[in-house]
């Protein structure tokens, strides 16, 4: 599974399963494929995925397909089915597959808002942000209000079985970077569908107390994303976002793993973005040690953003940083498997998950 985030997957029928995604925020240009019972993204359209020696023929009668590396069969694959609520509509008219996409087998996830103050300006944008891109091409809407949201998720969990849900945004202008408008969706969805866990996910606000709003809300999870963890990286890849300094996450990790709990506080980080492997595990053991779940995914570069001929980090190196990293989290008890709604608990956007290991008893 490393190794096929890192090379990507060349496929002979693209059109195979659910629709694979092309800009947009969170995992693009991937495609979900489940390997071993377990649904990863899986980069389909970089140009790492052109040249990667895994292949995967037509799925057959029944979905299944075969992974290749070069001439040997190497797995069985299978590429999730496209969702039913994709069919639907708003009440207001809005392909549902607008307002909302299925992430790996069963997640539900949306973009509040398809803006953002940061990649509005050349010179503050993430240049591996892509979140402009869906928009442009007519895929989504600038912003889904809580109604259309709610009417999305309720029909998900009907008509797919979606088991939790992941809500992003562009970080809109005010000190809290996006936060009013997740506690008004969460609250809307919890509405509709009170018993979905939901993860989520903006810059830390300036006001601490926007955790218990978001909480109250409805939020269950709540993910505060570096992206980079060393200034010298985030200055360079990510300068408007850098405007918030790593300090100012550590705070508000500190005082978000009081509201939500331990373990329910997530960061999601881009291992090859330029960070050191011993920078990632340092701030993953800093970060563990505050309560905080530390995703470390691999950096894959999408189609047309300024970042998108920088190489993917090779499984090599991602197994030397989630490896000891699996280990961190075992000994912490941190576990994916126990947090309720979101990327580390989909896991889908890496391997990390597979390097959790159950720590022995004593004497076992």
Not at 14 to 38: M, N
Not at 261 to 282: H, K
Request: overall charge neutral.
């Amino acid at each position: 599974m490393t190794q096929l985030q890192s090379h990507g997957l060349r496929l002979l029928d693209p059109g195979a399963g659910a629709p694979s995604r092309r800009g947009g925020a969170g995992p693009s240009d991937h495609k979900a494929v489940t390997v071993d019972g377990h649904t990863i993204m899986v980069p389909v359209h970089t140009s790492t995925a052109w040249g990667s020696p895994f292949v995967a023929g037509a799925p057959d009668a029944s979905g299944r397909s075969t992974l290749q590396r070069g001439a040997i069969s190497i797995a069985q694959i299978e590429f999730p089915k496209a969702p039913r609520f994709y069919a639907l509509q708003t009440f207001d008219g809005v392909p549902y597959s607008q307002i909302a996409t299925l992430h790996g087998a069963d997640v539900l996830a949306t973009t509040v808002l398809q803006t953002c103050i940061r990649y509005e300006s050349r010179r503050k944008a993430c240049r591996f942000c892509a979140l402009g891109q869906s928009l442009a091409a007519g895929r989504t809407i600038a912003r889904k209000t809580p109604e259309q949201l709610a009417e999305v998720a309720r029909m998900a969990v009907l008509l797919d079985g979606v088991k939790h849900m992941v809500m992003t945004t562009g970080t809109p202008a005010g000190d809290d970077r996006g936060a009013a408008v997740l506690a008004e969706s969460a609250f809307a969805i919890k509405a509709a569908v009170p018993h979905l866990p939901l993860q989520g996910q903006c810059e830390p606000p300036a006001d601490d107390r926007w955790f218990a709003r978001l909480h109250a809300a409805g939020i269950d999870t709540l993910g505060l994303h570096l992206e980079a963890v060393s200034e010298r990286v985030r200055r360079e890849v990510m300068p408007g976002k850098a405007e918030v300094p790593v300090s100012r996450y550590l705070s508000a990790f500190e005082a978000a793993v009081k509201v939500f709990g331990r373990g329910q506080v997530s960061t999601y980080i881009l291992a090859g973005l330029g960070d050191t492997r011993e920078e990632i595990l340092s701030m993953c053991e800093t970060l563990i040690g505050l309560g905080v779940y530390p995703f470390v995914v691999p950096f894959v570069p999408i189609s047309g953003t300024p970042m998108e001929d920088n190489p993917a980090p090779d499984a090599a190196w991602m197994q030397s940083v989630l490896q000891p990293l699996g280990s961190m989290l075992s000994v912490a008890g941190l576990r994916s498997s126990d947090i309720k709604a979101g990327c580390g608990k989909c896991g889908a956007c890496s391997s990390l998950s597979q390097y959790e290991q159950p720590v022995a008893l004593a004497g076992a």
